[in-house]
């Protein structure tokens, strides 16, 4: 009777250092997101792919990817509806405008604020940049990505695009995730950050 008390309790404790596996990335960026898509209670993932998630695939990080934009504040724009992959039209308002280069180019993207997020205090100073690439529908998720920035307090920003992810809903059709405004189509590879999810 011992030995088989005994027994149960090795195999409980062998399934319990199972699912301590520790948590995998180059980055404190890529651990982070995998540490929360690991986590049932934060995760957008189905059970489905949850159960065998080791960690998602990231392009390697690539230090061209840093980049020091110059920032304009853009402070007479009007509230939208921004467009969802759902019928949800949350406030946005075009924050303002982002220029760097790149590969020998000089690119612009728009940041916007989330109306209806800023309210809260830890949102307040939160900034929202979705973006398309040569990448999409390829190595990333064909409905672009999304970096998350703060106000700066200055005239310029730092735009890490090897902290590029992907929306909720290349994850799982149930979320309600912003479409990519057109204009912030970037006519080069960004081969940073997330990649496409292979379900």
Known sequence: MKS???????MSLLSCAQDKRPVVGDTEFQKEINAEYKDATTSPLKDKDLKNFKGL?????????VIKASFKRTPDETVFKMKTTTDRL??????GELSFELKGRVH????????????DSEYEDYL???????????????????IDLTVPDGNTLIVDFNSAYNPYCAYNEKYSCPIVPRENYLDVKIRAGVKAFKK
Do not use: A, H, M, W
């Open 4 to 10: 088989i008390v005994l027994l149960f309790l090795i």
């Open 57 to 65: 695939e990231f392009f390697k990080f690539d230090s061209t990817y």
């Open 90 to 95: 949350p406030d946005y308002v075009k924050f």
């Open 108 to 119: 612009q993207l728009n940041v916007y604020q989330n109306q209806g997020l800023i309210k």
């Open 128 to 146: 929202f940049l979705p973006f398309l690439d040569l990448t999409n529908g390829e190595e990333s998720y064909g409905g672009g990505r999304y």
